[in-house]
């Protein structure tokens, strides 16, 4: 991802808040702030489509790969939407790509992806992904 995308490349929009936490020294959100973005655009997709049970569910996903590039910055208190779209699914991995925009605005100020290994709960080992993930998944991709 070398430039920023538009929204419509994205199938799944979440409204984010800013919070005065996310402000670093330079008055600009810092860029750690935008990993947690990017977890709870997941989280908050897989949670309400019934894909993933956070307490009780067999599989889990865990982070192998990250990354994120920035074109433009953001501040407190801007309201921000979080976007989201499937790259790719495999047996227990899945690519998710992420956008951060200011609210309605349509050029991408952040850009990355999210690799998951699903693996068992107990286990710790690569699970095949749920039928219920995998086509929560599809419809993202």
Known sequence: MASNSKR?????ILPLQTRWADNDIY?????VAY???FDT???EYLIGAGA???HNGAVIGLVVETHCNYFAPAAFPDALEGALRVAHIGNSSVRYE???????????L?????????V????????PLPETLRTALLSLS
């Not at 419509?8 to 799944?12: E, F, L, Q, S």
């Not at 992420?98 to 991408?108: C, Q």
Request: proline residues 2%; aromatic residues 12%; glycine residues 12%.
């Open 27 to 31: 008055g600009h959100v810092n860029n």
């Open 120 to 127: 068992g709960r107990a286990s710790r080992k690569p699970a």
């Open 8 to 12: 419509t490349a994205y199938k799944h």
């Open 110 to 118: 952040a850009e990355g992806h999210f690799v998951h290994v699903y």
């Open 52 to 54: 993933l049970d956070i």
């Open 35 to 37: 990993y947690g973005f």
């Open 41 to 43: 655009i997941v989280n």
């Open 98 to 108: 992420l956008g951060v925009f200011k609210k309605g605005e349509d050029e991408a």
